[in-house]
């Protein structure tokens, strides 16, 4: 056996602690030993964040994953090149056990409603037309449904935007990530901060200060926000007064270097704690400290903080009377109630040369900043495009790409926008590009080569969408084993270590019943499934045969969802969850099962931090698209060599793509790609 190689089952028996007696004694007594920290699956990743764990997936990764699905998908249509095994399908004989005699067998009769081209994977219900349990929840782990608006089931889980809508909503803690900025949305205001990069040799970490970087818009008087309404690149949010006589509107866009609210008929603030050093109005310098005496008639503001070092430019859409009263922090409000659209944006972050992203304060790569030249034409930008402002947007991409012969996917980020002035859509929009957007973009296209703004994931330049971001993305080729064969040296070792293991595996007692947790349950049949494919390419026909009828069966029992930790339909978010298992066999003296009793109880439901983080957090939708990806990638290798197999189970794998990565709008059963961030190139769990 290869040095440092851990055998299939040596992990199994390492899995196997989980359910375990000492794991349900541990979780009773509440200690979190060996398990990972509650979460709602939305990475709070503004403040602190290594760079491992911000390009764990990346543009190119998440391409090959929808990819994987389109070959899940063609495998369980039939349409895969098969190999016929000639196998039955038994259930495993002895001597391996088989605790739960009613293991699923193929379903009877199970409906079939392929997807078309453009429209959802499939149409059934999961629990009228597939069988699972309707799940309920209760108190706080519901959607907050003041929160969401007008919006209903299936909900979104991993949006950008998701912690506006957790918990009470408007807490200051509840930041969300809008490059370039960080943006806290509270009772009467909304914050835009600036956050700024920390290097080491050992880590990237992005770090924002509640003052430093810091300036708001709001108004007195406004109610808790609620969602208006959102899609896959922005999220609208609004405020209300005295039943709706005053209000504030804004569209967040991830890219967007502006900051905006639209009032009607409310009394406008624009405030932050930093000390102002400057102040112009149209161009004319204003007197320091202001003390609220004067009133100005404003076009453009340009303000000038203190702690931050830096510059802010304010435009107004129609002007606006405003009146300033310093008191040592920056304070402008308008004289009257005002209707229009307030927009701010960061124009220079190190004018005196004391900020923290001067160069004096930075380290390596990030030890430059762009030439006066650029700063003065990122100036001329602001200006020329402050009126253009993106109110949403959505992707489109080519839905018929052959993923055997296809080099390269077109992804185009399509912007709604609209020129204030006039109402109508706007010539061309401002928005700042990523590296891998501007890795991606069409031959050709020019981009400014300055950096505006830095982030932890990468720098931004400014570019001009009208009103398209087109990009291309080159393909992996995407094939069942290695381009390479088996070096001849290695050949002996790996035969032998694939006969040892199917020779010796025997799937850990509660995982065969399927009481542990999805997501170790996932990693040990994506093991199974791996070494089937080996044994397949080395012809070593019997080992292959046999572990793929095994894997086929422990498949089968995930899939159809009767598991004693039973996957289950959230009828209130919109998905599939693990209903958990407290897991108990009196440490060996009782036969195995779930205290729980299985549904309705569902303790992975529930409310607190302990059910956010049973099953590793899966029943609070935390990485759903590692927990199930493993295990359709199995399905998958099963219908490479089980046709029958795959027309029998087609759809209830289909039911753990859909929940991950359903590509259609018009799945009322899934949000739409819920691990996609277009515009991030990821997954928010990046």
């Not at 406008?268 to 109005?281: A, E, H, M, N």
Request: net charge negative.
């Amino acid at each position: 056996m290869p040095r440092g190689r851990q055998s299939l089952s040596d992990y199994a028996r390492s899995s196997g602690h989980y359910g375990s007696y000492k794991r349900r004694r541990e979780l009773k007594e509440g200690t979190r030993e060996g398990r990972t920290c509650p979460c709602i699956g939305i990475p709070n990743f503004i403040k602190k964040k290594s760079c491992q764990d911000i390009f764990k997936l990346s543009a190119v990764l998440t391409m090959i994953l929808c990819l994987v699905i389109l070959v899940i998908v063609m495998a369980c249509s039939g349409l895969s090149s098969s190999s016929e095994s000639g196998l039955p399908f038994p259930l495993p004989g002895e001597p391996r056990p088989v605790p739960n005699p009613k293991f699923p067998p193929p379903p009877e009769h199970t409906p079939s409603a392929p997807g078309k081209a453009g429209g959802p994977l499939s149409s059934l219900s999961p629990v009228d037309d597939l069988g699972f349990y309707g799940a309920k929840r209760i108190g706080s782990a519901l959607p907050v449904q003041r929160l969401w608006g007008e919006m209903t089931t299936p909900y979104p889980t991993h949006e950008f935007f998701q912690n506006i809508v957790l918990g009470k909503g408007s807490n200051p803690e509840n930041v969300i990530t809008v490059l370039p900025y960080i943006v806290s949305i509270q009772h009467n205001l909304m914050s835009a901060i600036y956050p700024f990069v920390v290097t080491s040799s050992a880590q990237v970490q992005q770090i924002f200060d509640s003052v430093m970087g810091l300036i708001s818009l709001g108004a007195d008087g406004m109610e808790a926000p609620r969602l208006l309404r959102s899609d896959k690149l922005s999220v609208t949010v609004g405020w209300e007064a005295d039943g709706g006589s005053a209000t504030m509107v804004s569209t967040l866009v991830q890219g967007d270097p502006y900051f905006s609210m639209q009032y009607s008929n409310a009394q406008v603030k624009v405030t932050s704690p930093q000390g102002v050093i400057s102040l112009k109005i149209d161009g004319q310098k204003v007197e320091l400290p202001c003390d609220g005496k004067n009133i100005y008639t404003a076009n453009k503001i340009e303000i000038g903080l203190l702690q931050h070092d830096a510059l802010w430019f304010g435009y107004a859409f129609p002007e606006i009377n405003v009146k300033c009263n310093d008191g040592g922090k920056l304070s402008l409000t308008s004289s009257d109630p005002y209707t229009g659209v307030i927009r701010v944006a960061l124009a220079h972050n190190c004018t005196r040369g004391s900020g923290l992203h001067c160069p004096e304060r930075l380290e390596g790569v990030h030890k430059t900043l762009p030439p006066p030249e650029a700063i003065v034409g990122w100036f001329e930008l602001l200006d020329k495009y402050s009126s253009s402002r993106i109110i949403g947007g959505h992707p489109e991409y080519n839905e018929k790409v052959d993923i055997y012969t296809s080099k390269q996917a077109s992804v185009q980020l399509m912007y709604d926008t609209e020129d204030i002035n006039t109402g109508a859509q706007a010539t061309g929009a401002l928005v700042l590009l990523l590296p891998h957007h501007r890795n991606a973009l069409q031959h050709g296209v020019e981009v400014s080569g300055s950096t505006i703004h830095r982030t932890m994931f990468g720098s931004m330049t400014p570019y001009v969408v009208k009103p398209s971001l087109d990009m291309y993305f080159e393909l992996p080729s995407m094939m069942w084993n290695s381009p390479n064969p088996v070096a001849t040296q290695y050949d002996h070792q790996l035969r032998k270590a694939v006969k040892e293991d199917v020779d010796k595996f025997v799937m850990p007692q509660n995982y065969q019943i399927g009481a542990g947790d999805p997501y170790n349950a996932g990693k040990l049949l994506s093991r199974m499934a791996r070494i089937v494919l080996i044994a397949d390419e080395l012809e070593l026909y019997d080992q292959r045969d046999k572990m793929v009828q095994d894997l086929a069966n422990y498949t089968s029992l995930w899939v159809v969802g009767k598991t004693f930790n039973q996957l289950v339909y959230d009828t209130n978010w919109g998905g599939i969850v693990s209903c958990g298992c407290m897991y108990d066999d009196c440490g060996g003296k009782c036969k195995a099962h779930c205290d729980n009793g299985g549904p309705p109880v569902c303790p992975s439901l529930a409310e607190g931090s302990f059910a956010a983080g049973m099953d590793f957090g899966n029943g609070y939708y935390n990485d759903h698209h590692f927990h199930y990806g493993y295990i359709v990638y199995a399905a998958a290798v099963v219908a490479k060599f089980l046709p029958q197999w795959a027309e029998d189970y087609k759809e209830f794998v289909l039911l753990l793509i859909r929940d991950v990565a359903n590509p259609s709008p018009d799945d009322t059963s899934f949000p739409q790609f819920r691990h996609m961030d277009f515009y991030a190139g990821g997954t928010q769990k990046q």
